[in-house]
């Protein structure tokens, strides 16, 4: 089992630019979620889906985010356009059992 | 009041200590807790589950839920340099469906001196 994927791991982009961030869960997983994780407010839950449905993106936190996940096999995290107050590491996690996620290793995002 | 308080540390002790880390939460709502271990640059990896009061142990490890005071503890004893990571406390509501999102706290740096 390689776990929970994704990609890339680091990024570096400059403001303004469209940045889009891939997971692919562990198969067999019904559930997918993305956080973010910053010095500040610790891992924050952005967005979360059942059988590729999103369920709550309560908390993305502007329009400039989306997320999508067109089969049970892959999810992207969409910015556009990004700012520098979005650098954070992204992390997306999978599961089967409630509250028992596997973490991907997360995306190292800086906007410059 | 945040859902989830929890000290960020770091927390150094010497080898072989017993470690005690704990959370507090806000929401009476909360029925599942969870222990998370971060290593540096990795994502978080679960350490402990668990869903009613009293203590689980597993190892050298002991999750510990006071649902009375909200309050969750984890103890590791016999600690190792091996332990030193972060240990985020996470916590979640009864759904009776699908998957929730978990609330975690800020984390405790934990520091093992050789």
């Known amino acids: 089992d390689a776990g929970v994927i994704q990609s890339p791991r680091h990024e570096v982009t400059e403001m303004g630019q469209e940045v889009t961030l891939r997971c692919k869960p562990i198969s067999g997983h019904n559930s997918l979620f993305w956080y973010r994780q910053t010095m500040m407010r610790g891992l924050e839950l952005l967005i979360y889906f059942n059988n590729n449905v999103p369920i709550d993106d309560s908390g993305m936190p502007e329009d400039r985010f989306s997320a999508k996940m067109p089969n049970a096999s892959f999810s992207t995290l969409k910015i556009q356009p990004s700012e520098p107050r979005d650098s954070a590491v992204y992390f997306c996690a999978s599961s089967q059992i409630q509250g028992r996620y596997t973490f991907g290793s997360g995306t190292r995002l800086t906007v410059v | 009041q945040k859902e989830v308080e929890q000290d960020p540390g770091p927390l150094s002790v010497p080898e072989g200590a017993i470690v005690s880390l704990n959370c507090t939460y806000s929401n009476s709502a909360f029925q599942y807790f969870m222990w998370y271990r971060q290593y540096s640059r990795k994502g978080p990896e679960l350490l402990m589950y668990?869903?009613?009061?009293g203590n689980k142990e597993d190892g050298r490890f002991t999750a510990q839920v006071d649902k009375s005071s909200k309050y969750i503890s984890l103890f590791i004893r016999d600690s190792q340099p091996s332990d030193s990571a972060t240990y985020l406390c996470a916590i979640r509501a009864y759904s009776g469906g699908g998957a929730d999102g978990l609330t975690f706290g800020k984390g405790t740096h934990l520091i093992i001196q050789p």
């Open positions: 668990t869903y009613s009061s």
